[in-house]
């Protein structure tokens, strides 16, 4: 739709333009054949538009003939910009203009009629002002619920900054994690299944792991419901927001269970006992375990867990007896360095 108001613009401007001896007819009789064709063109389009979209078209227009002559030229400008960008960078930028329009649309859906129709009445400039205030105060809210779920010192640094530079640590952190969450669930996968990935094409193999990342997110929440968490926390959360939020709740509830796990084990003095203890745990079998730790709470907790988070949890414990230990400790999310605060 952008780009057919922008043709009309160019195509329109350059028709009525200049000196007014020549008529309009004159003009289009005198214009090339390709500017003439395009014309045609973005008119039969158009013309077959649903009558709701013509009408906000023709707005656009007006309001696209209202702006000053320089910075008429300025947008002109980008948009032959936008025109020599590779295609699958426009496509990009497409996406997050739709997500963003998207976006803006549901917060002005949530509020009371009345002011939405006040918002909508504005001046353009204010209207994009206030809509943009409305945005932050979304985006700070949504970013203090996702902080929640990160780790307990970070969280408190970051809910400790200031409400602008909160906001921007935040889109940071989500960006590089989300990263790094696509990078685990891609190593996740079996050898032979990691292969026919790499083998599609990019724009083909984004969709793939987004399809397993959502299908990971489904279990993921499945067992943290099993596990008296509230996950009505995260619907309303954008996708790559809710993956981080729910990745970073499931690993916090697996995290806790394998360092309670091995506490309990540094309690134990006789090594042939730990060894039954530790062996049951990896096995998975409760009746192996030694009579006086059947009834212990924690191990109680940890076999009423979701079979998906016990083997998660096992997987991590074996990784923790087979190896040395570290300093500091690994975490199965690692935390990012701080990134330099701009005073």
């Not at 028709?15 to 003009?27: H, I, W």
């Not at 309001?63 to 008429?72: A, G």
């Not at 724009?203 to 009505?232: I, M």
């Not at 074996?318 to 570290?326: D, F, G, L, M």
């Amino acid at each position: 739709m952008r780009s057919l108001l922008l043709v009309f613009g160019v195509v329109l401007s350059g028709l009525f333009a200049g000196d007014n001896v020549a008529s309009p007819l004159e003009k289009w009789r005198n214009m090339p054949d390709g500017k003439r064709k395009a014309l045609i063109n973005a008119y039969k389009k158009f013309n077959s538009m649903p009558k709701e979209r013509q009408k906000r078209i023709i707005e656009l227009w007006q309001r696209f003939c209202q702006i000053p002559e320089r910075e008429r030229h300025q947008l002109t400008e980008r948009w032959r910009n936008l025109k020599s960008i590779p295609q699958d960078k426009k496509e990009e930028i497409i996406r997050r203009c739709e997500k963003l329009e998207s976006l803006v649309k549901n917060i002005l859906d949530a509020m009371p009629a009345d002011k939405r129709e006040a918002i909508y009445k504005m001046p353009p400039q204010k209207r994009i002002q206030e809509i943009r205030r409305l945005f932050n105060e979304h985006s700070l809210r949504l970013f203090r619920r996702i902080s929640q779920h990160l780790p307990e010192n970070e969280a408190k640094e970051l809910l400790s900054l200031p409400e602008e530079e909160f906001v921007i640590r935040m889109r940071k952190i989500i960006s590089e994690r989300k990263e790094l969450l696509y990078s685990e669930l891609l190593k996740s996968l079996p050898k032979h299944q990691q292969l026919k990935l790499a083998q599609l094409p990019k724009n083909q193999r984004y969709e793939a792991l987004v399809s397993l990342l959502k299908e990971n997110l489904k279990k993921q929440k499945e067992c943290l419901e099993a596990v008296g968490t509230d996950v009505s926390v995260f619907q309303d959360l954008p996708f790559q927001a809710e993956v981080l939020a729910v990745s970073c709740a499931y690993r916090k509830v697996v995290r806790t269970a394998v360092d309670r796990l091995l506490e309990l084990a540094k309690t134990i003095q006789d090594e042939s006992v730990k060894t039954r203890l530790l062996n049951a745990f990896l096995s998975c079998n409760q009746e192996s375990l030694p009579e006086p730790f059947r009834s212990n709470i924690e191990i109680e907790r940890f076999f009423s867990l979701p079979e998906m988070m016990r083997e998660e949890i096992l997987g991590v414990l074996r990784q923790r007896i087979h190896s040395p230990p570290r300093q500091p400790q690994e975490q199965i999310i690692p935390q990012q360095p701080s990134v330099p605060q701009n005073r």
